[in-house]
């Protein structure tokens, strides 16, 4: 008895066993065409090729921030009172994890505090509508550049904005 399976269809072994099991292949039988990577450099492994991907987020302060805190007055000369108060940072988690860990105070497995104590003390609460248009960054370098930028547009749009 034979089987005929569609194209859209590859065998991969299981444990070194003879046993088939078919698995789909991305692109295969559906028009779309097959990714092309680059070649590794020598000496790089394919787990160090996966990179860690690093999104923006906006987190509202409450305005009490700017009359208690004369680090955040200094740094936003600015503000005149009327919009909100905010918080850029960027983060390989999600915003929802990531704003969970300011207010709760997380520490990381060595034992160092996670959390911006600016955010730990005033945070509201997220703001989607200023970073969710944003795009991932597959580094840690164009993140932090990128959490600058966005700082201090919205500095420039009269908002009072903390960020690392």
Known sequence: MTIILPKSFSYQLFSGRDTRIPTPVPGIGTGAPLPVYPPLPNGTKFAEVIHTMYSLYVIELRKKVFTENRKFREANPQFNGVLECLYVGMTSQTAYERFDAH????????????????????????????????????????????EKALALDLRRQRYAVWFN
């Open 103 to 146: 207010i709760n105070g997380t520490l990381s497995k060595k034992g160092y505090d996670l959390s911006a104590d600016i955010v730990k003390k005033y945070g509201v609460y997220l703001r989607p509508s200023l970073y969710e248009h944003l795009p991932t960054y597959r580094s840690r370098a164009a993140a932090l550049a990128a």
